[in-house]
């Protein structure tokens, strides 16, 4: 099972650009699924987006389609999501999470991080 280890979460302004990434380890990121979803306080949980494992094909939700772009390094076992144009609806817990399957619900990834804060100011 792999470890995850997000970071870069803070507090920005609307229109801002911020980035988070997370960090893997225990394991070859290559052989993973990897995705971000979010929590927002008193919403359950979203899916934000996943990326395969080499070829690095990318899917997004609706609500971040063309502000949000998903990559991934698996020479050095990291995983991003580059968040543009936020938005004060993009407050939220973020979580990246890993799986072996290419699926847009939490119920299909086994590893989870603990999460980074983003919270974005109106």
């Known amino acids: 099972q792999v470890n995850l280890v997000e970071s870069g979460g803070g507090t920005v302004q609307a229109g801002d650009s911020l980035r988070l990434s997370c960090a893997a380890s225990g394991d070859m990121l290559s052989r993973y699924v990897m995705a971000w979803f979010r929590e927002a306080p008193g919403k359950e949980q979203e899916f934000v987006g996943r990326i395969s494992q080499t070829v690095g094909t990318t899917y997004y939700s609706d609500s971040v389609k063309g502000r949000f772009i998903i990559s991934r390094e698996n020479a050095k076992n990291m995983l991003y999501l580059q968040m543009d144009s936020l938005k004060p609806d993009d407050t939220a817990v973020y979580y990246c999470?890993?799986?072996?399957?290419?699926?847009?619900?939490?119920?299909?990834?086994?590893?989870w991080g603990q999460g980074t804060r983003v919270t974005v100011s109106s």
């Open positions: 999470a890993a799986g072996r399957r290419l699926s847009t619900r939490s119920e299909g990834y086994d590893s």
